[in-house]
């Protein structure tokens, strides 16, 4: 069922997931545009969740978005102000201070992520809920993967001495995993759509980043059931909860929405043997989640075992 | 006139299909192959002496094995679909 | 004292990699109905394309581990490249026997042939060197009528683009001149017949007809496009109970087959064990003279009339095998409609992954086309009306039991 429509405010607001943004050039949603969105969105009960760029927005903005209940998803920069969401890029690992509320997002490459784990490790122990992004991860390789399960090997070392001291941050990449009893996944075009500075509406932000005409009519979703899980063969038998099952990505290197590529199921299944990994670390000290069990695989694509299924 | 004589197994049938596939590719080859490419030549000279002794082989094996009847102007046949072993008279 | 027979029914069937090569897109003849829509005089296969083409898929042994293969030949019409066709074949043979590949023992060359050259001294030449390991298809569309209201010549000069488009002579005489030739390298040999709304009242006695020419299994279907006007499925109905009377009245049945009529088809599936995919999409592959690799060839750009090109790598690069992962994940309940799934019909009804493809609304392999749904549904008919007509028959001649022990095993045509 449709929750939320997300709104891109100007064609700069940060990008918070795995598609980079490649509008440089300020364009703020035309205000009649932005006032349907939010029409839209009362007749159809769904949250709104609005996209800041990098600048204060003019006033009859901020009146207008005022007239909705809705979050807030920003980008960080000296004087911004607080979100619900706020958006880090690489520039926080070089000791700005991020602001201890809410979700942060942290968006890095591959190479960003393995040079700086330390980093990471102590911008974690501020934080209530940190998201990596990875914003190349479809390129990961075998060699790669390594050092990717290191990465969360290092940062799982972290969250076990917190929660054993009794705090509990909470990292996507291995915390989610335990706590989730089912799929946590994006869910564009299912329970999302997202509404473009251009007035037009998309399955989610990438799609409009990377073709314009990519949209779609948000009371008729062409083919909608393939943004399902029940649709997604693969991912339908899959217990990595904590993956966030893109679509665009799916589409952009399987050209399916609704099929992962082998370098997404197989990032997602070292998280959660990283996850499972973490998980008996801190029991093997204290109880923890006796209810929650993470069950040891001998495969890291789904895809090898789809047979079985 | 063909009378089933007797049926092999799948893993006995599977084994005589892939010799019979092997001497008619290796009979097809020798149409193209010239003596000039001596190694490959040689190879092949080979590889069909071999293969028609183990296919020999597998009909004296398989003959004695469940013991077919046979008649001296007959000849057995073998259906690879159904692993079934005929007598066939001219 | 030993030879050995070789059934050629249904050979490997399963087992084997089906290989594509995409020799040509030209053709002497621009069937109406082909869905090849964009055949031109462009685009053949050059020796060197070939060749690095089967360096990469048999130095690749661990990736390609099915245990026969079917080296296959389209075009267009491929014997229009026999001269290429015979070099391809002489080198596979070769590389195959020199690196020890298991395919040396389990291979065949497939055509499917309009028939039109098929007496020519270089085919003929061509046959008789690779006689063990062929299997060829002359496609013969019934009577001259009906064969040539779709199978005509194409105009003399392409369009300035290349692209062929169909004149009014009919190929008929061309090729049926050819089946005695066919039949007797190949006794075995089926035909394939295809069926779009201009055809239907012709079914019947283009079946007869072709058994007629001593063809004696005719594999038929109706085009998978949305070409069916209102009515169709009742006149189609209508035809296929007149053959059912003729096959069973004159005993047909006892050594002809029509692939119509089938025991496996018109039953209810199960959506957990009847899910596998109907289309061998993704477990093939082909490569055109461009050296572009596809799924299938109905992928290929001159196969689609909306869709671009679906390419899963090429011969430098090899393939991208994130791009085969929807079509070897894909089953039948993710993909078909919720009409399709409840149907008490369902089986046999069958689908072209390209097809889907390029009819879908958007661009995924993922949403089954269902224009043949009452097509099938007719057939679905007729078919109950044959089976309990012959075995009737039977019964009361007492021949039940001899039918059923002797009967051809009419497979479904997956292609």
Redesign the interface.
């Known amino acids: 069922m449709m929750q939320y429509l997300v709104i891109l405010l100007d064609d700069t607001s940060v990008s918070y997931c795995h598609a980079d943004n490649p509008y440089s050039v300020r364009r703020l949603i035309g205000l009649n545009d932005l006032r349907a969105g939010i029409l839209f969105a009362m007749k159809q009960n769904l949250m709104i969740q609005f996209v800041y760029p990098d600048y204060e927005l003019p006033q009859e903005y901020l009146d207008l978005i005022d007239t909705i209940d809705h979050h807030d998803i920003k980008p960080w920069y000296a004087g911004a102000s607080p979100a619900d969401v706020t958006v880090f890029d690489k520039s926080v690992l070089a000791g700005v201070s991020p602001v201890n509320q809410g979700v942060a997002v942290l968006r890095l490459t591959k190479a960003e992520l393995f040079e700086n784990v330390e980093a990471i490790g102590k911008i974690l122990l501020k934080m209530q809920r940190l998201n990596i992004v990875v914003t190349d991860i479809e390129t990961i390789t075998d060699e790669e993967l390594k050092s990717y399960a290191a990465v969360l090997e290092g940062l799982a070392s972290v969250l076990k001495d917190e929660y054993l001291a009794g705090r509990m941050p909470q990292l996507n990449l291995l915390t989610d995993r335990m706590m989730l009893d089912r799929p946590n996944h994006c869910n564009a075009g299912v329970e999302n759509i997202t509404l473009a500075p251009n007035g037009r509406y998309y399955l989610c932000p990438a799609f409009y980043y990377s073709n314009p005409d990519d949209s779609i009519d948000p009371q008729d979703i ?2 909608q059931q ?1 943004l399902r899980l029940d ?1 997604a ?2 991912c339908r038998h899959c217990d990595a909860y904590q993956c966030r099952r893109c679509i665009w990505l799916n589409r952009k ?11 997404q199921c197989i990032v997602a299944h070292t998280e959660r043997e990283a996850s499972r990994q973490l998980m008996a670390a801190i029991r093997e000290q204290a109880v923890f989640m006796p209810e929650v069990e993470i069950k040891e695989l001998n495969y890291n694509d789904p ?1 090898e075992v ?1 047979k079985e299924w | 006139m063909k009378e089933k004589v007797g049926q092999v197994t799948p893993e006995e049938r599977n084994e005589i299909q892939q010799l019979f596939e092997r001497r008619n590719g290796l009979n097809e080859l020798a149409k193209i192959l010239t003596p000039d490419n001596d190694a490959l030549y040689q190879k092949l000279v080979k590889d069909l002496g071999e293969t028609g002794t183990k296919f020999q082989n597998w009909w004296d094996r398989m003959s004695q094995q469940y013991n077919w009847k046979s008649t001296p102007n007959g000849h057995w046949e073998i259906n690879f679909d159904s692993c079934e072993i005929f007598l066939s008279e001219e | 004292m030993s030879i050995v027979r070789e059934t050629d029914t249904g050979w490997q069937s399963g087992m084997a990699k089906s290989i594509t090569f995409i020799v040509t897109k030209d053709c002497q003849l621009a069937c109406k109905y082909c869905y090849l829509v964009g055949k031109n005089v462009k685009e053949r296969m050059s020796w060197e394309t070939a060749k690095a083409f089967i360096d990469y898929v048999l130095s690749r042994e661990d990736e390609f581990r099915e245990e026969s293969v079917v080296w296959d030949f389209i075009g267009g019409e491929p014997f229009l490249e026999i001269e290429l066709i015979d070099k391809i074949c002489d080198y596979l043979k070769l590389r195959m026997f020199e690196l020890n590949h298991h395919w040396f023992n389990s291979y065949r060359f497939s055509f499917s042939t309009n028939g039109i050259n098929y007496h020519t001294p270089d085919v003929q030449a061509f046959i008789k060197k690779n006689r063990e390991h062929l299997s060829i298809g002359i496609t013969i569309d019934g009577t001259e009528k009906k064969h040539d209201l779709n199978r005509v010549w194409k105009q003399a000069k392409a369009d300035e683009n290349g692209i062929i488009h169909p004149s009014e002579r009919g190929s008929y005489k061309d090729v049926v001149r050819n089946i005695p030739l066919w039949l007797e390298q190949f006794p075995n040999a089926g035909t394939k017949v295809t069926i779009s709304s201009a055809d239907i009242p012709y079914i019947t006695e283009s079946v007869l007809h072709l058994y007629s020419l001593g063809i004696h299994q005719v594999n038929i279907n109706v085009v998978f496009e949305d070409v069916w006007q209102e009515g169709d499925d009742l006149r189609f109905e209508e035809q296929l109970m007149t053959l059912a009377d003729e096959i069973i009245e004159h005993g047909y049945y006892r050594d002809y087959a029509c692939s119509f009529f089938s025991e496996h088809i018109g039953k209810p599936m199960d959506p957990e064990r009847d899910n596998q995919n109907w289309c061998g999409a993704g477990k093939m592959l082909a490569v055109d003279a461009a050296g572009n690799l596809y799924p299938c060839t109905r992928f290929a750009q001159y196969s689609l009339r909306s869709k671009k090109a ?1 390419i899963i790598g090429n011969i430098r690069d090899g393939i991208n ?3 085969l ?2 079509f ?4 039948r309940t ?1 993909q078909s409609p919720q009409k399709c799934l409840d149907c008490e019909v369902a089986s046999g009804c069958a689908w072209c992954q390209g097809e889907n493809y390029d009819a ?8 089954r086309s269902t224009a043949i749904c009452l097509m099938h549904k007719a057939r679905v008919r007729a078919n109950n009306y044959y089976w309990n007509k012959l075995f009737r028959k039977l019964e009361l001649e007492g021949r039940r039991e001899e039918y059923e022990n002797n009967k051809r095993d009419v497979k479904p045509e997956i292609c």
Request: charged letters at 20%; aromatic letters at 8%.
């Open positions: 062409r083919n393939l649709h063969p693969l290197t399987t050209l399916e929405v609704n099929t992962p590529s082998r370098e895809f789809r | 679906l095998y994130n791009l992962r929807p070897l994940t894909l089953d993710t879908a609304q958007t661009s995924t392999i993922y949403e």
